[in-house]
Every structure is written in C-alpha cells, then in structure tokens.
Nanobody, 118 residues
C-alpha cells in the first residue's frame, strides 16, 4: 500500500506565494509521473502541472510562468511552488503519482486547501 501525504496549504493574500509538498510512502520501487491537480468550488478538477521521473515538466496554461513543479526522487517527494496567486485559484489541491511497487498504480493525496483572499 502507498500513501501520498500533502502539506503546505493555507491562506494567502492575492499575489502571495505558497509551497505545497507531497511525500509518498509505502511499498515503492519507483515513481513515474507525478503531478498536481486542483478543484475550485463548483468546478471540475483540472490539471495544474506534471513532472516525469527525469524532470520534464508540463503546466496548465493558466499557471505557466507563475507555478513551478519539482521533485526529489531520493525522498519520493514532489513540490509545487505557487507565486502570484489569484483568488480564482482557491480550491483543494491534490497530488498524484504513478507508483511502481510490483505493478504500476495511480495514487492520489488527500487534498490540501489553498485559499487566496482578495
């Protein structure tokens, strides 16, 4: 069994910054792609950013130039640095990972609330 534990959410003013972390633990041989998604109130979940095991990253159009995804493979951890936050980015942020522990399986974190005040 694998768990993804998120941390770093909270309340920030418009234009502020937050850094989310997500640590994977359990039976892990390797982790392929990792990513961050978010769900704003009343909206569907959307992709924020993804990163491959070799460090190649992809960003949703709305966050390009402001958010940065990274990972530390030795600690099975990924990060999301969020700068210049906007009120419409308020929501629950979820980490995601393709974990190999004998077979590949996709896991989700429990979600971390990010609130950006106007």
């Amino acid at each position: 069994q694998v768990q993804l534990v998120e941390s770093g959410g909270g309340l920030v003013q418009t234009g502020g910054s937050l850094r989310l972390s997500c640590a994977a633990s359990g039976t892990i041989v390797s982790i392929n792609n990792m990513g961050w998604y978010r769900r704003a109130p009343g909206k569907q979940r959307e992709l924020v950013a993804t990163i491959t095991s070799s460090g190649s990253s992809y960003y949703g159009d709305s966050v390009k130039g402001r958010f940065s995804i990274s990972r530390y493979n030795a600690k099975n951890t990924e990060y999301l640095q969020m700068n210049s936050l906007k009120p419409e980015e308020t929501g629950v942020y979820y980490c995601n990972a393709d974990v190999y522990g004998g077979i590949f399986y996709n896991y989700w974190g429990q979600g971390s609330q990010v609130t950006v005040s106007a």
